[in-house]
């Protein structure tokens, strides 16, 4: 993968997988994180620039699996994990806590974010969508930890960030937390994007190990962004902000947000999972900015 041409026309040549199974020489782990064991994994040689790619909401490590061999064959070492309360980090939540805690927030998952990091270098961080808040929220607290930080379909807006959503943005405010998160659940369970049979299949099935109260929680967070943007704008590493032509916000709000942090703009022709549909685009992007970071 030379060109971003080159890998336009890999991406147009994906079929659908088994989301479940990672390249050959992938690692597995449970991280022993402050909110409970998070199940990673992580490929590549161990020397390289470290790419830690974080999942979102109802998402898990396996949304990385067609990135994982090109940024590893690229000299990376490349690694994932379940977020708390997601798939197979299920277990993991606020109960674990010392002192125990009701909800999630926002400081668990950065917490487990900051705790990840330290086990190991300095990282090329990528965030997708809910995760892009929290990698935000950790690069300004934790800057020293981040070599660059990449934003894949990440609300860009603060507050409640729904408001901005194509189409449903000036109903969110009248939805509840527990609401909203219904709404997602319906979208997924009946397929609306139109996901390929395995993808769709995985999906479901993952999110059966997924408590409910844990993507309320998430939602409740979504609705209740603090504004960091100026904060982020301050810490000097490179910066890029990917996302789908077709994503959930408006490529207009993505701009607007990519200029006031200081971070370049990548579109591609995808919805809101450049990861499964264009990965060769976007692991062109993602090695650029690495490259100009080391």
Known sequence: ?????????????????????????????????????????????????????????VGSKEDFVLL???LAAAGCRVESFDLAGHYQSAGAGPWRLDPPREHFDYQLFVDDLVAILQDGPPAHVLGYSFAGLVTELALIQRPDLFRSLTLMSAPPATGQVFRGVKGVGPLSDTSSPRRAAGIVLWGIRYNLNRTPPGRIAFVR?????????????????????????????????????????????????????????GARLAVYPAGHAPCETTPHQLAHDLLQLIAEAE
């Open 1 to 57: 993968m030379t060109t971003i041409d080159d890998a336009r026309l890999r991406d147009q040549s994906l079929t659908d997988l088994d989301w479940r199974v990672f390249p050959d020489g992938t690692v597995r782990d449970v991280f022993a994180a402050p909110s409970g064991g998070l199940a990673r994994v992580r490929l590549g040689d161990e020397t390289g620039p470290r790419v830690v790619l974080v999942p979102g909401v």
């Open 68 to 70: 994982f061999p090109l």
């Open 205 to 261: 099935e993952r999110l059966e190990t997924i408590p409910r109260s844990c993507i309320d929680d998430v939602m409740g967070l979504m609705m209740a962004m603090p504004d960091v943007a100026d904060a982020v704008a301050g810490v000097d590493v490179p910066k890029l902000i990917a996302v789908g032509e077709h994503d959930l916000w408006p490529r207009a709000q993505h701009a607007a947000y990519a200029e006031r942090i």
